[in-house]
């Protein structure tokens, strides 16, 4: 049976639709579904983005992923030859908020508040001005 979907899908994608649940009523409990029909979903993810796909005819993202060539993580991968550390830019990941640099944010019972904004280039003795306002000497 088709799944039923809000608007209105494009030919192409309508079209895989309707194999896919043609298969899906004839297919033996378990049987993985044809690489036919995998190869037509990942040429339309091509298209229409994989994220689309998957949802519009209710695919697995790892089947298709693994069949666009599309990376599965954002950034590299450790292996054991390099002691398993990966190391990140943080503006790859985080982008412009990354460029303001780290926050440091203390917090006492009292309710006195303690916010730090760091340039990524600014040196601060940190635990200094965190002894400092705790009243403590560092």
Do not use: Y
């Not at 994989?50 to 599309?70: D, E, F, M």
């Not at 019972?109 to 306002?133: E, M, Q, Y």
């Amino acid at each position: 049976m088709p799944r039923k979907i809000s608007s209105p899908l494009p030919p192409d994608v309508d079209e895989l639709n309707n194999r896919i649940a043609e298969w899906r009523g004839r297919r033996a409990n378990g049987e993985p579904m044809p690489e036919e029909l995998w190869t037509a979903a990942a040429a339309l993810a091509g298209t229409h983005g994989a994220g689309r796909i998957c949802g519009w005819l209710n695919l697995c993202s790892k089947g298709l992923k693994k069949r666009t060539g599309q990376p599965r993580a954002i950034g590299p991968r450790a292996t054991e030859e390099d002691g398993g550390f990966v190391e990140l830019d943080p503006r790859q990941i985080f982008g412009a908020f990354a460029a303001a640099g780290p926050v440091v944010d203390v917090c006492v019972p009292g309710g006195a508040r303690l916010t730090v904004r760091l340039a990524s280039h600014d040196r601060l003795d940190v635990p200094a001005l965190i002894g400092s306002f705790l009243g403590r000497r560092p």
